[in-house]
């Protein structure tokens, strides 16, 4: 892989694309193009650079969002790669890495979840795994989200009665737990159950989880029989109810008929947004779908933007890829992107369309699911932006406020404090955008003070480029709140920011909120069914949400830590020895000066000190 070429510079504030196109190589590669603030706009990739990059520049042809875009470009950067195949990889990398504004843009999300199968047990568990497959068992999945994993255990506890519990749990029972009293667990931990009889339901569950269903319904069958002959009724009364258990799931269970693992997408377009809904299809059955609502500025059609939609999605992560995937359009390079997929997976992999049997009834339930999905974000979308056109009204905004931030602040008596910044904008809650801040060395309980120090660290971030400034900042408190807010935003130079507190009203109940308008010095009450007001309060409840969230979360953490553990000169032994001298931290925090000094390695100063810290003082 070469070194990009160095673009032309702009000549008289626009791009010589003449000059530049002079040398453009006709090798594959990536191409990156800038705006006259040196910022990323769009990534592509080419099979001959120069015939791609002069499609950019013709005289007609190009929609009007195309010629947009290329309005705004005064350089292009090249990378030449060995092959094609090098240049879709590099450009789906870059694409992840720089969210360029005019590329087909998937929101990041986290890896997917597994059913994880312990092996090296005795008695082996099952339970939900995500991230790095370190532990030595079995994988199964990947499920596309936590609840299809969590009702998928849930049947499994309920049908074979395998163990969830954490080993440390496992190895400590004297008695059976709660599970066991509801006949979710055969309670291995007090030995209720032999090893053998374990083993045989552990191996029903990967029977059931590598989709052999009827082979286990079968084997279940034969073993009910043989049980109600040798009189064992109760046996074979647990095994008629795990037969019925499989055979009602596998009703639920529709379009079966493969042992593949298959992903199948369907994709819809309407008012400007596009949904593209996955299922995800692991030994012949439906393990759950997942619907994506991909951006683009550049106005493509379906097939364009499925095209785009699947390297990105595959080759931009640490995605399993499958050995098909069955799409409602056609997909552009087809074989240019099978020859990556596979690549990347180490199997072969084939993209297909235009199905027939109960393929296509995937696509085809895939694509009603796209659609009906659109439908409702196309309403709840147009709902939003409704109360965004009141709010702008309600400001006397002369543009629309496309963008808003929230801060709140929560505490438990001071302990703890934690303020959050949530973000939305036109399309709903901008999560990614969302900040914790963990506030420090303050007076306990000083709000303004936390309120403050919130503020500066993040409008410091944004003036550092780090982020988008918003059009309204709503503050969740009343004048002295706002006037910490004033106050950042004064002494760090920023404007063009419209602040709001968001007070209670006397009622403290929601629909009687004050509005503090800072840029018109006034106050208002808007009605109960104001657009504004509603979405005022769904920023703000998501605000304090966020804020609570993170607090007890790191006021948890703090409580499972020992005292003793802030403690300078108090380490592992130390800790140790104290609390096996007193017997445990309540007699501990009961101990004079003169008992703490008497302990092995506690010197009269250390003693001292652990007296303080323990009575705070």
Not at 201 to 230: P, Q
Not at 412 to 421: D, I, L, N, Q
Not at 482 to 491: D, H, K, T
Request: hydrophobic share 35%; net charge positive.
């Amino acid at each position: 892989m070469s070194k990009p070429e160095a673009a032309p510079d702009a000549e008289s504030g626009a791009f010589n694309y003449k000059r530049f196109l002079q040398t453009v190589t006709r090798k594959p590669g990536v191409y990156q193009m800038f705006d006259a603030e040196g910022r990323i706009l769009y990534v592509g990739k080419a099979k001959n650079l120069r015939a791609r990059l002069s499609s950019y520049f013709r005289a007609s042809g190009l929609t009007t969002k195309t010629m947009a875009l290329v309005q705004r470009i005064v350089n292009i950067e090249v990378t030449v790669t060995r092959s094609e195949t090098e240049a879709l990889i590099l450009e789906q990398s870059l694409i992840k890495s720089q969210r360029p504004p005019y590329n087909v843009l998937l929101k990041d999300d986290k890896g997917y979840p597994y059913i994880f199968v312990s092996t090296a047990d005795a008695y082996p568990r099952i339970a939900f795994h995500r991230g790095a497959k370190k532990l030595k068992g079995m994988y199964f999945g990947p499920y596309p989200n936590a609840s299809s994993v969590r009702d998928s255990l849930n049947f499994l506890q309920k049908t074979f009665r395998i163990r969830q519990c954490e080993d440390s749990v496992f190895q400590n029972r004297s008695r059976p737990c709660l599970q066991y009293q509801i006949q979710r667990c055969s309670g291995p931990c007090v030995n209720l159950i032999s090893p053998e009889e374990y083993a045989e339901d552990v191996r029903h569950t990967e029977m059931f989880l590598k989709g052999k269903g009827n082979a286990v319904i079968t084997e279940l069958a034969d073993e009910m029989e043989a049980a109600s002959a040798a009189l064992d009724f109760e046996r074979a009364a647990i095994l008629r109810d795990q037969i019925a258990a499989l055979r009602r799931l596998q009703a639920d269970q529709v379009a079966e008929g493969t042992s593949g693992n298959v992903d199948v997408l369907g994709i819809s377009t309407s008012a400007g947004i596009t949904c593209v809904h996955v299922l995800f299809i692991r030994q012949g059955r439906i393990l759950g779908s997942r619907s994506y609502y991909p951006t683009e500025k550049l106005g493509i059609d379906e097939v364009q933007l499925l095209s785009a939609f699947v390297p990105q999605f595959y080759l931009a992560g640490d995605r399993e890829i499958p050995r098909e995937v069955l799409c409602a359009a056609p997909v552009e390079d087809t074989e240019l992107l099978e020859g990556a997929l596979a690549e990347k997976s180490g199997h072969e992999v084939r993209l297909r369309h235009n199905l027939r049997g109960h393929r296509s009834t995937w696509v085809e339930m895939a694509s009603q699911a796209a659609d009906q999905n659109l439908q409702s974000r196309v309403a709840t979308r147009k709902k939003l932006l409704d109360r965004f056109l009141d709010l702008q009204k309600v400001l006397n905004l002369e543009e629309l406020p496309d963008r808003l931030e929230c801060f709140d602040i929560s505490h438990s008596a001071g302990e703890e404090t934690v303020a959050s910044c949530v973000v939305f904008d036109t399309g709903g809650a901008v999560k990614s955008d969302y900040r914790r801040f963990n506030i420090k060395d303050i007076t306990p309980g000083d709000d303004f003070a936390a309120m403050a120090q919130a503020l500066k660290r993040r409008y410091t971030r944004l003036q550092k480029g780090e982020g988008k400034f918003p059009g309204v900042l709503l503050i969740d408190g009343g004048k002295g709140q706002v006037s910490q807010a004033v106050s950042v935003l004064g002494e760090l130079g920023v404007v063009g920011v419209q602040i709001v507190g968001v007070a209670k009203g006397t009622t403290r109940k929601a629909g009687f909120e004050t509005l503090h308008i800072v840029d018109e010095g006034r106050e208002t009450v808007l009605s109960a069914d104001s657009p504004a007001l509603h979405l005022i309060q769904q920023v703000r409840d998501e605000a304090h949400r966020f804020a609570i969230t993170g607090h007890k979360q790191r006021r948890d953490k703090k409580r499972k830590r020992s005292t003793l553990e802030d403690i300078p000169g108090v380490g592992p032994k130390r800790r140790k020895e104290l609390l096996r001298q007193f017997g445990g931290l309540q007699e501990l925090q009961r101990a004079t000066v003169s008992e703490l000094a008497q302990v092995p390695g506690i010197s009269r100063k250390l003693a001292e000190d652990i007296y303080s810290a323990l009575h705070n003082q």
